[in-house]
């Protein structure tokens, strides 16, 4: 169950991307084992009674849509001009982030299908043995726990420390000074 390479190009649902550099790649995914499969049901017990962390492997641009404030966002592959391109950044993120093989792990794409079954598979390749996929992706997951105050609350990031002073700022649309 490993992933098909070969050289030409990049394909993630289907679109392909001309290759750019001499060592492009077709990715394809052949599906992930039912042991590995989740549903929304077993997310939040595997999290709090087994550690593992939750994944949304979609686009920045996908995650701003919904996501819940304990999803880390970590894509998998970006839109191009002529379709999902892999982020290269993906798999040396995923070594630096879990350096134990033992390390678990929820992937969740939009609907749970191309995008995870394809991480999923790299990240088996690397050799680490304790990853779950979310069936029904994200979306369904935010049907079945829909968003709540906290999660549409704006995100703090700490930004400097200049003089024992720490700037932050508020990437959300609601205004705190009140």
């Not at 982020?87 to 350096?99: G, S, T």
């Not at 549409?152 to 700037?167: H, I, M, N």
């Amino acid at each position: 169950m490993a992933l098909s390479m070969q050289k030409s190009g990049i394909v993630l649902r289907g679109a392909v991307r001309p290759a750019s550099s001499r060592h492009s790649v077709v990715v394809r995914a052949e599906g992930v084992p039912d042991s590995a499969k989740i549903t929304c049901r077993q997310v939040k017990q595997l999290i709090n009674d087994k550690g593992y962390e939750f994944w949304d492997i979609r686009t920045p641009d996908e995650n701003a849509e919904g996501a819940k404030r304990w999803w880390k966002n970590v894509p998998f592959a970006f839109m191009g001009e002529k379709g999902p391109v892999l982020n290269r950044q993906f798999k040396p993120f995923l070594l630096r982030a879990l350096p134990n093989k033992m390390s678990r792990v929820i992937l969740a794409c939009d609907d749970g299908t191309d995008r995870s079954e394809m991480a999923y598979e790299m990240v088996q390749e690397e050799g680490y043995t304790a990853i779950k996929v979310l069936e029904g992706g994200c979306l369904e997951y935010l049907e079945f726990d829909p968003l709540d105050e906290k999660d549409k609350a704006p995100k703090w990031r700490l930004t400097g420390q200049t003089s024992g002073v720490r700037y932050a700022y508020s990437d959300g649309a609601t205004d705190d000074s009140a």
